[in-house]
């Protein structure tokens, strides 16, 4: 944390608006619903997050799927796949007001994308 950027008066209030629409995400509620993940570029997918930390990743209009893990640590939702030579990481915080999360992807380490991951209901 101590190697942020002082925010000004400004930023840190848009900040603080910001964290009062999050919630934690609970590791009891991830796995009881598929989930669907979209990107910004409209890619999208379903995600199965099974109870034993494992999950499924199939893309919505074809018969692509990856396999890897999940957790829930300090209320936010992380999850793990291997494509290849890629390690696709994605780090979702939860939404107060409704079921459509906000998340970030990884590519090997480095910051590939902004997604939308939404709780359906099953």
């Not at 190697?3 to 400004?10: F, I, N, R, V, Y």
């Not at 900040?15 to 796995?31: G, N, P, S, T």
């Not at 979209?38 to 997918?45: F, I, M, P």
């Not at 199939?58 to 990856?66: G, H, Y």
Request: with cysteine; proline share 3%; glycine share 6%.
């Amino acid at each position: 944390m101590e190697d942020l950027p002082t925010l000004s008066p400004t930023q840190a209030q848009e900040l603080k608006h910001w964290l009062r629409q999050r919630r934690k995400i609970l590791a009891y509620e991830v796995h009881h619903q598929p989930w669907v993940k979209v990107n910004v570029e409209g890619a999208s997918s379903s995600l199965c997050l099974l109870p034993n930390g494992t999950l499924t990743e199939q893309d919505l209009f074809s018969d692509k799927a990856l396999h890897g893990l999940w957790k829930v640590v300090n209320g936010f939702l992380f999850m793990k796949v291997v494509s290849g030579e890629f390690i696709i990481e994605y780090q979702v915080v939860g939404c107060a007001e409704q079921n459509i999360h906000c998340g970030i992807e990884y590519i090997n380490g480095q910051l590939s994308s902004y997604s939308k991951f939404i709780q359906t209901q099953s």
